[in-house]
C-alpha cells in the first residue's frame, strides 16, 4: 500500500501544512470571524485502507504541534484527533462505490469534486464547530458562534480546494 516515496511525500505535506497553520494562518482572522484551519488537508489525502489508529496518531501530532507553536492548551489537539477517529467514516460515506481492489487515495480525481468536495465540507464543518465550541465554552453569544464556525469552515473549505487543484496540477505535469 504505501511505499518510501509515498512515506516521504506524506512526511512533506505534513511539514508543509504544519508550517503554513503555524506562520501564515493562525494569523490570519478574516472580519475578525475566520480563520482558516487547513491542515485537516494532511488527513484527508490519507489512502482509504490507512488504518483508524493512524489517522488519530497523525491527528493528535500535528494538533499538538500546531498548539505548542500557537501557545494554546490542547484545542487543536483534542478536535484533530477526534477529527482522526471520525475521518474514515467520512471517507467512506462520501468515497466512490467503485474504489477497486486496492482502494484509493482521496482527491477530486477519484471521487469527483461533488463527492471530494463534500467530504471535505463535512471534515472542516466537524472541525471548525469543534474548535470553536472548544475556545469559547460558553453558548452566550451563539451568533458569533455560529458566525465564526461557518465563516471559519467556508475559508478552510476553499483553501483546501485551491491546495488539492494545485496537487492536481502537479500530478498531471509528472
Not at 505534513?14 to 491542515?39: D, E, I, R
Not at 467520512?90 to 469527483?112: E, Q, V, W, Y
Request: charge should be negative; charged fraction near 10%; hydrophobic fraction near 55%.
Amino acid at each position: 500500500m504505501t511505499s518510501h516515496n509515498t512515506i516521504i511525500q506524506y512526511a512533506l505535506w505534513f511539514l508543509g501544512l504544519l508550517l503554513m497553520q503555524v506562520l501564515v494562518f493562525n494569523h490570519m482572522h478574516f472580519l475578525g470571524y475566520a480563520t482558516p484551519m487547513p491542515f485537516i488537508y494532511m488527513l484527508l489525502i490519507m489512502h482509504n485502507e490507512t488504518p483508524r489508529w493512524v489517522y488519530i496518531i497523525l491527528g493528535f501530532t500535528l494538533g499538538l504541534l500546531i498548539d505548542i507553536a500557537a501557545n494554546t492548551i490542547g484545542e487543536c489537539a483534542s478536535v484533530a484527533t477526534l477529527l482522526g477517529l471520525i475521518t474514515p467514516h467520512l471517507l467512506n460515506a462520501f468515497s466512490p462505490s467503485d474504489r477497486g481492489d486496492d482502494g484509493f487515495f482521496p482527491s477530486a480525481i477519484t471521487m469527483k469534486w461533488g463527492g471530494f468536495l463534500s467530504y471535505v465540507t463535512a471534515a472542516s464543518f466537524v472541525l471548525c464547530s469543534l474548535f470553536f465550541i472548544i475556545e469559547n465554552f460558553s453558548f452566550f453569544h451563539l451568533g458569533d458562534l455560529l458566525l465564526d464556525i461557518i465563516s471559519s469552515s467556508a475559508i478552510t473549505i476553499l483553501i483546501i480546494c485551491a491546495i488539492e487543484q494545485v496537487r492536481i496540477s502537479a500530478m498531471r505535469r509528472k
